[in-house]
């Protein structure tokens, strides 16, 4: 025989709302009206799922985003962030859908518009930093991304962007860009960007920010395994010290605002031009190591890169600079075991399109290090 126990009266008076409030129809997301639509008296709101941004063991500090949620206003647009729009872009902090606090900053592009919101930080000397930010989509047919760049009139030596989404986004993404600031530079700007794929298509769509944040990326000090990676040591118009060349015409160090110092080359039409350095009695075998550093180049015709060789064969090598810019590139690799022979390579070659066409290229602070865990 089956018994039951009858709750009190002031038990039922409290689980009964509950009951009732659990059963109730969920309301509408901001996704599916694409405006704030202020539910009914007890009714539960369907909010896009909300991922937890893991703590990376490198970051240092606390976050130099400032109201990287959106949170404080004037004028009904957000503090501490520059706002780029045409005017048919509606941008404003909402609290239709947000990943934290009570706002979030919706972006809707009606038509082949662009949008940006930009924030200046102060560079902490030459770091790595990491930016990122959570994001909803709607119906986005351009590219929706995080982008760095520095705030120099005279060069683009900060230059980095994320990954790119589009279409729909019903949960909260993650997007993610790290990036290298040398200590000249005095500050820089994050942006979040809503823009055409390319020439003659749309940007149209609804975007959603949220959680914005800025991070230093911090590391056990390592050593610098080259000597001179910085090209400090040796005469100005010859061969620094510590490295060998092929090819060349005229070598010598250079300064600009960007980077005080720096190895500067200019080729002869079809020339290709390589500086190297042993680097077999620093390294041990089997284990992971990165060649970074900086480049550029005065045209099109010559390809810079950082190269990793072995007895005459290359092991592996970043991907060509071909640009006016300084670009900050990292290469990850693990010692042969067999290092003999080893040999870290600065190298210009040649567009086979333009091979005989003059060229100058940069080198600057090039360095080899035992790699850290994400390396």
């Given at each position: 025989?089956?018994?039951?126990?009858?709750?009190?009266v002031?038990?039922?008076?409290?689980?009964?709302p509950?009951?009732?409030?659990?059963?109730?129809?969920?309301?509408?997301?901001?996704?599916?009206?694409?405006?704030?639509?202020?539910?009914?008296?007890?009714?539960?709101?369907?909010?896009?799922?909300?991922?937890?941004?893991?703590?990376?063991?490198?970051?240092?500090?606390?976050?130099?985003?400032?109201?990287?949620?959106?949170?404080?206003?004037?004028?009904?647009?957000?503090?501490?962030?520059?706002?780029?729009?045409?005017?048919?872009?509606?941008?404003?902090r909402?609290?239709?859908?947000?990943?934290?606090?009570?706002y979030?900053?919706?972006?809707?592009?009606?038509?082949?518009?662009?949008?940006?919101a930009?924030?200046?930080?102060?560079?902490?000397?030459h770091?790595?930093?990491?930016?990122?930010?959570?994001?909803?989509?709607?119906?986005?047919?351009?590219?929706?991304?995080?982008?760095?760049?520095?705030?120099a009139e005279?060069?683009?030596?900060?230059?980095?962007?994320?990954?790119?989404?589009?279409?729909?986004?019903?949960?909260?993404?993650?997007?993610?860009?790290e990036?290298?600031?040398?200590?000249?530079?005095?500050d820089f700007?994050?942006?979040?960007?809503?823009?055409?794929?390319?020439?003659?298509s749309?940007?149209?769509?609804?975007?959603?920010?949220?959680?914005?944040?800025?991070?230093?990326?911090?590391?056990?000090?390592?050593?610098?395994?080259?000597?001179?990676?910085?090209?400090?040591?040796?005469?100005?118009k010859?061969i620094?010290?510590?490295?060998?060349?092929?090819?060349?015409?005229?070598?010598?160090?250079?300064?600009?605002?960007?980077?005080?110092?720096?190895?500067?080359?200019?080729?002869?039409?079809e020339?290709?031009?390589?500086?190297?350095?042993?680097?077999?009695?620093?390294?041990?075998?089997?284990?992971?190591?990165?060649?970074?550093?900086?480049m550029?180049?005065?045209?099109?015709?010559?390809?810079?890169?950082?190269?990793?060789?072995?007895?005459?064969?290359?092991l592996?090598?970043?991907?060509?600079?071909?640009?006016?810019?300084?670009?900050?590139?990292?290469?990850?690799?693990?010692?042969?075991?067999?290092?003999?022979?080893?040999?870290?390579?600065?190298?210009?070659?040649?567009?086979?399109e333009?091979?005989?066409?003059?060229c100058?290229?940069?080198?600057?602070?090039?360095?080899?290090?035992?790699?850290?865990?994400?390396?």
């Open positions: 025989m089956k018994t039951y126990r009858i709750l009190p002031c038990l039922l008076s409290v689980c009964l509950l009951i009732v409030c659990a059963c109730s129809k969920l309301g509408p997301s901001p996704l599916n009206d694409g405006k704030a639509a202020k539910p009914a008296p007890g009714t539960m709101i369907a909010t896009p799922p909300v991922p937890v941004l893991p703590v990376d063991k490198r970051f240092v500090g606390n976050n130099l985003i400032e109201d990287g949620g959106f949170e404080r206003a004037m004028g009904g647009e957000p503090v501490s962030w520059k706002l780029d729009a045409a005017v048919p872009c509606k941008v404003e909402v609290q239709d859908c947000y990943a934290e606090g009570q979030s900053l919706r972006v809707a592009v009606p038509g082949n518009q662009s949008f940006e930009t924030q200046r930080v102060e560079n902490h000397g770091k790595e930093y990491v930016f990122r930010c959570l994001v909803l989509a709607k119906d986005v047919s351009g590219q929706v991304r995080l982008a760095v760049c520095d705030t005279n060069g683009k030596i900060v230059s980095a962007q994320s990954e790119a989404i589009t279409g729909t986004r019903t949960e909260w993404t993650p997007l993610q860009v990036f290298a600031v040398p200590a000249t530079i005095l700007a994050v942006a979040l960007r809503h823009e055409a794929a390319g020439e003659g749309s940007a149209m769509g609804t975007v959603w920010f949220d959680q914005c944040e800025l991070y230093m990326l911090g590391e056990p000090s390592r050593q610098n395994l080259l000597r001179n990676g910085d090209f400090s040591e040796g005469p100005i010859k620094p010290s510590n490295w060998g060349w092929w090819m060349g015409q005229t070598i010598s160090r250079d300064s600009d605002v960007q980077m005080p110092q720096s190895l500067k080359v200019d080729c002869r039409p020339e290709e031009v390589t500086f190297v350095q042993p680097v077999e009695d620093v390294v041990k075998p089997g284990q992971r190591y990165v060649l970074r550093g900086y550029k180049t005065s045209n099109s015709s010559g390809r810079a890169t950082l190269e990793v060789g072995k007895q005459g064969w290359i592996t090598a970043t991907k060509p600079v071909s640009s006016p810019d300084w670009t900050w590139v990292k290469l990850p690799f693990t010692a042969p075991d067999d290092c003999k022979g080893l040999l870290a390579l600065l190298y210009c070659r040649r567009d086979k333009q091979p005989a066409s003059p100058t290229v940069w080198f600057a602070h090039v360095e080899l290090l035992a790699a850290n865990d994400k390396e």
